[in-house]
């Protein structure tokens, strides 16, 4: 970061409750991530965006943060196990193809609830 874009100044600011509640729920009405880059942008006299709250696109966001999370897992455990089959004979290759065939479960298990998961938010917007 350049020397002249640091924050290295502080303000500090007293408030009584009812400013410091009302200024947290017009921040809690807005896209910013930090009270601080808010409370700079209005100092400043920039764009303070609003926010509309999609409850629904928030649950989508999360069911889909966490379909992510579990399928980058599964691919880490599928690379693995290519890398441990192409590297062994015999036995072991028995074993590493049967945790290949549980593997292989639970990829169409996943792959299941990501069509349920994707059918049912389909349902669901096209009934609004």
């Known amino acids: 970061m350049k020397e002249e874009n640091k924050r290295n100044k502080w303000l500090h600011v007293r408030l009584t409750l009812q400013e410091?509640?009302?200024?947290?729920?017009?921040f809690g009405q807005t896209v910013h991530e930090s009270l601080s880059d808010y409370t700079?942008?209005?100092?400043?006299?920039?764009?303070?965006?609003?926010?509309?709250k999609d409850t629904g696109m928030q649950?989508?966001?999360?069911e889909l943060t966490s379909l992510r999370r579990d399928l980058h897992g599964i691919a880490t455990n599928?690379?693995?196990?290519?890398?441990k089959i192409n590297s062994t004979a015999g036995n072991?290759?028995?074993?590493?193809?049967?945790e290949g065939k549980i593997l292989q479960r639970v990829i169409e298990d996943s792959?299941?609830?990501?069509?349920?998961?994707?059918?049912?938010?389909?349902a669901k917007w096209l009934q609004s």
Request: charged share 25%.
């Open 20 to 26: 410091y509640e009302k200024i947290q729920t017009a």
């Open 40 to 52: 700079r942008k209005l100092l400043l006299k920039k764009l303070v965006i609003g926010r509309y």
């Open 59 to 62: 649950e989508l966001l999360a």
């Open 111 to 122: 792959l299941k609830s990501v069509t349920l998961f994707i059918n049912q938010s389909a």
């Open 92 to 98: 072991e290759l028995k074993i590493h193809l049967s």
């Open 78 to 83: 599928y690379n693995q196990l290519v890398k």
